[in-house]
């Protein structure tokens, strides 16, 4: 199976600042690499697929960028609404789907 | 707008069966174009793929191997909708049961699971 591990586990930034948030594939899964938003009690919700293209409706201060074993997700001018949890996802071994194990962003 | 709502007990005792429904709308069970996942989120295993239906000239599934021989998800062109049964549960199957579409064509984003079900914790206790 593709292990997916997230960096950092949690981290802490003030409203208007800017993230990142690092997942690295072991081993090759050209861009097939999803982002989602959890908050608290709710199912995620899909950001970012195919590493960089922006789902319909999310702001676009979300970002993503990768290829290969290494992504990142980038928030700038963070808004209050945008602390919550992030997963990463590959779908290049379909249909193992695997998830890292989670970036939670907290206000500062 | 797709939308998908589940339906099912919170509570399994243990040895039983576990059982949840996912309701489609604005989509099809039997669309070429989409896969219906369940997957589930534990605090000791994260988010966990458990298991898929699609339809593609005909019905395929396929199961993680965590669960293969616990697990069994079924299509309802009737009802539109799709169904997850999983036997003989433990403690460790407590957790929060989703469902949710992969898109893997037509005007939805692709390879990814764009739409959720609102989730159901499920407890597995006597």
Not at chain 1, 75 to 86: K, V
Request: some cysteine; glycine content about 8%.
């Amino acid at each position: 199976d593709i292990q997916m591990t997230q960096s950092p586990s949690s981290l802490s930034a003030s409203v208007g600042g800017r993230v990142t948030i690092t997942c690295r594939a072991s081993q090759s899964i050209n861009t097939y690499l999803n982002w989602y938003q959890q908050k608290p009690g709710k199912a995620p919700k899909l950001l970012i697929y195919s590493a960089s293209s922006l789902q319909s409706g999310v702001p676009s201060r979300f970002s993503g960028s990768g290829s290969g074993t290494d992504f990142t997700l980038t928030i700038s001018s963070l808004q209050p609404e945008d602390f919550a949890t992030y997963f990463c996802q590959q779908s290049y071994s379909t249909p193992m789907y695997t998830f890292g194990q989670g970036t939670k962003l907290e206000i500062q | 707008q797709v939308q998908l709502q589940q339906s099912g007990p919170g509570l399994v005792k243990p040895s039983q069966t576990l059982s949840l429904t996912c309701a489609i709308s604005g989509d099809t069970v039997s669309s070429d174009s989409a896969a219906w996942n369940w997957i589930r989120q534990s605090p000791s295993r994260g988010l966990e793929w458990l298991g898929r239906t699609y339809y593609m000239s005909e019905w395929y599934n396929d199961y993680a191997v965590s669960v293969k021989s616990r697990i069994s998800i079924n299509p309802d062109t009737s009802k539109n909708q799709f169904s997850l049964q999983l036997n003989s549960v433990t403690p460790e199957d407590t957790a929060v049961y989703y469902c949710a579409r992969y898109c893997t064509g037509g005007v939805c984003p692709h390879y990814a699971m764009d739409v959720w079900g609102q989730g159901t914790a499920v407890t597995v206790s006597s």
